[in-house]
């Protein structure tokens, strides 16, 4: 009996010895996060909706009741109180009245013309007049009274703080007021998760050239909760993965976000994403702390009787900051400090191993969206700081590194049943890369038609159309049948010399179906067909090419 148990575990050991170098490896590896799915395209809230009725307040002092013998002769406009427009500006805007004799009716008009100046620039509120005046060496005077918001009143909120609204609306407020910029802040606060909807109006203020702005707000319920079966994850933990995660957008009142996911599949449990997200200022900077507990043991035969067992924890502290913000696109800059250890142990500690990465990141993220298409783009250059190593049996080895990954996803609307999605993945690495940190292919998210994360290098290309075509609609169940051929294509090799471990490529074709339910279900099922054949076991589905999730979300409780 132990000689069989013996030779079992040479076997085994054999195998993963003359195993492809090039595939991945069957310690279990937590998942690395893709790219965030981009959100449904859909067209910016019209600006009808946000401000239904504007009409602009008016609140300036009449002109006088100059009496005005028939002409007078005009040798200079003197304009006060702007901040907008230069003097040269407004000079050669009032040059066909000056120097020569005007009416009383053209006088108003070189006065109106200051108005429409503001007006067509988007400076609603603001406006001129005359004041009393002795006419002096022909100076006329105009005075400009620029329109500002006096104050912002917020209606409709419940748990969400007003400042969280009144400081996002108070750089669009300032002081000469702008239509545009206004109606920029207003959707972008439509855009926010946390608002299911708004309306503004301005009134009359206290003053001359001041208006009230009031906002109605109707907030989006801010409690989550999600139920999700899918096969994305490696055979090796077994694929069938059962997640719940529950997320709350406003836990304190303040716009931070709490969220928290946990799945298991037959070898591993896994506390996914622990995190907690704070605003810090109002162009939507933020702070998040998050943490991954993954523990794995290996239950695919026949390496099952090496007893082999991993423990994942990983540590990130993010600072994002948007930096370009407007409806339509977003840049936005982010540091990231990184702790992940990994402890493996096999033949019941027989062999230990420790993995320790300390990483600092710096990405940056680019969104622009229309009514017709969505483009996202995301770069991530990551350095292994000093204390990054891998412990085999106590002998340790540096494990520092440089690597940069380029990510990019393309949506396209080509009617009103078809959608067009490409995506892409790039890495580069500076040297050898350790398993945590590499380029994975294969599996839902990469390559379909191949098993999860069957390849693993150094540096990676992935490549990926689908055409997504609706084929059924029930409109009164809010439900759509979508049908979606793709095509994946993706290549991996390593840093080392590629006679010795040679570049390997994973292409495939398929189809799927896609069902949407509202907003509370989806599922998908994918059959993707290898077209570069590997020999690799097929046990499980997605060694088979079918990979499928179905998740039922739903937003309940307080705001």
Not at 30 to 38: G, N
Request: negative net charge; glycine residues 6%; contains cysteine.
């Amino acid at each position: 009996m132990a000689q069989s148990h013996l030779s079992s575990i040479f076997y085994a050991l054999c195998l993963l010895l003359i195993a492809e170098p090039l595939l991945a490896q069957n310690i279990p590896q937590p998942v690395r996060p893709p790219l965030e799915p981009l959100p449904e395209p859909e067209t910016l809230p019209p600006v009808e909706e946000l401000l239904p009725s504007l009409e602009v307040p008016n609140n300036l002092p009449p002109n006088p009741e100059l009496e005005i013998p028939g002409t007078i002769e005009v040798r200079q406009f003197q304009v006060i109180g702007s901040t907008v427009f230069s003097e040269s500006e407004l000079t050669a805007l009032l040059e066909p009245y000056a120097n020569r004799p005007i009416s009383f009716a053209e006088l108003i008009q070189a006065q109106e013309s200051i108005n429409q100046l503001y007006f067509s620039q988007g400076y609603l509120t603001t406006g001129s007049f005359i004041p009393p005046q002795t006419l002096k060496n022909g100076i006329v005077t105009i005075e400009v009274i620029e329109g500002s918001v006096e104050q912002i009143e917020v209606t409709g909120l419940k748990r969400l703080q007003t400042s969280y609204i009144t400081s996002r609306l108070a750089k669009a407020t300032q002081a000469p007021l702008n239509q545009k910029k206004l109606l920029q802040a207003l959707q972008l606060l439509q855009l926010n998760p946390l608002i299911d909807s708004l309306s503004a109006e301005l009134s009359l203020g206290t003053s001359p050239g001041m208006t009230i702005l009031t906002v109605d707000i109707e907030q989006a319920s801010a409690f989550s909760a999600s139920l999700r079966l899918d096969n994305q994850r490696v055979p090796t933990v077994g694929s069938d993965r059962r997640i719940i995660e529950l997320a709350h957008g406003n836990l304190l009142g303040f716009g931070d976000r709490f969220n928290v996911r946990y799945y298991n599949t037959d070898g591993s449990n896994a506390l996914d994403n622990l995190s907690y997200t704070i605003p810090v200022n109002a162009a939507n900077g933020s702070v998040g702390f998050t943490t991954r507990l993954i523990g794995s043991e290996t239950i695919e035969e026949p390496f099952d009787i090496l007893d082999l067992e991993s423990d994942f924890r990983q540590y990130l502290l993010t600072y994002r900051q948007p930096i370009v913000q407007t409806p339509n696109q977003e840049l936005a800059l982010g540091l990231t400090l990184d702790r992940q250890e990994s402890d493996v142990n096999l033949l019941d500690d027989t062999l230990e191993g420790e993995t320790r990465i300390f990483a600092l990141r710096f990405f940056q993220e680019y969104t622009q969206r229309t009514n017709q298409d969505v483009i996202a783009l995301r770069s991530q250059f990551s350095l292994g700081l000093e204390g990054s190593q891998v412990t085999l049996n106590e002998e340790e080895t540096n494990e520092e590194f440089y690597a940069w990954r380029g990510q990019g996803q393309y949506v396209r609307l080509l009617d009103q049943d078809t959608s067009l999605f490409l995506r892409s993945d790039l890495q580069f690495a500076d040297r050898p890369l350790i398993p945590i940190e590499q380029f994975s292919l294969g599996g839902a998210l990469t390559v379909r038609g191949y098993r999860q994360d069957l390849l693993l290098s150094d540096n990676g290309f992935l490549a990926s159309a689908e055409l997504r075509t609706a084929i059924a609609r029930i409109s009164q169940w809010q439900t759509t049948l979508q049908l979606t051929p793709f095509f994946d294509f993706g290549t991996a090799w390593n840093r080392n010399d590629e006679s010795v471990i040679p570049r390997q490529s994973l292409y495939s074709v398929g189809i799927g179906l896609r069902l949407q339910v509202g907003d509370k279900f989806n599922a998908r099922v994918d059959y993707g067909i290898p077209l570069a054949e590997l020999d690799v076991d097929k046990d499980t589905l997605q060694e088979n090419g079918i990979h499928f999730a179905l998740e039922y979300r739903t937003h309940f409780g307080s705001n």
